[in-house]
């Protein structure tokens, strides 16, 4: 049996995955991966996701530069999450030019945002809206 056999893929082939920040242990963002995305990102130690949106395979970072360098793959006690431990180049993970993508806090019944754009996301994609 593969160590990918292990993973618990959801009816759509696919588990979440969570890149954390090797240093600063913030989570930076969440996305999925398919069989392929995680056997890439194994093997090569880059970030490769699927996305649900395009529905395509894409390695963080194909478009903006801020791809991210793996250094250890964790797998959850339920099989049904993995945990990336990233180095991510640039400073920034999300699209949007923040550092994470999780940059919304509930406060008193409303979302404020609480991180800062780094970039201007016209500057950092070539086709607009990558990732």
């Known amino acids: 049996m593969s160590w990918l056999d292990e993973v618990r893929w959801d009816e759509k082939g696919l588990v979440t995955a969570i890149a ?3 240093r600063s242990q913030r989570v930076l963002m969440v996305a999925h991966m398919d069989r392929e995305a995680l056997a890439l990102t ?3 130690g880059i970030a490769h996701y699927w996305s ?6 894409w390695r ?3 478009e903006s530069g801020h791809q991210q360098a793996v250094s250890e793959l964790r797998l959850d006690c339920d099989g049904d999450v993995i945990l990336l431990q990233i180095e991510q180049a640039g400073g920034i993970a999300c699209h949007t030019g923040r550092e994470s993508c999780l940059f ?3 406060v008193d019944d409303e979302w404020q945002i ?7 996301p ?3 994609y070539r086709q607009g809206g990558g990732r």
């Open 122 to 124: 016209a500057t950092i």
């Open 104 to 106: 919304r806090k509930l």
């Open 52 to 57: 649900r949106s395009r529905r395509k395979l």
């Open 114 to 120: 609480t991180d800062t754009v780094l970039q201007d």
């Open 42 to 44: 194994a093997a090569t």
């Open 60 to 62: 963080k970072g194909e």
């Open 20 to 22: 954390q920040d090797a």
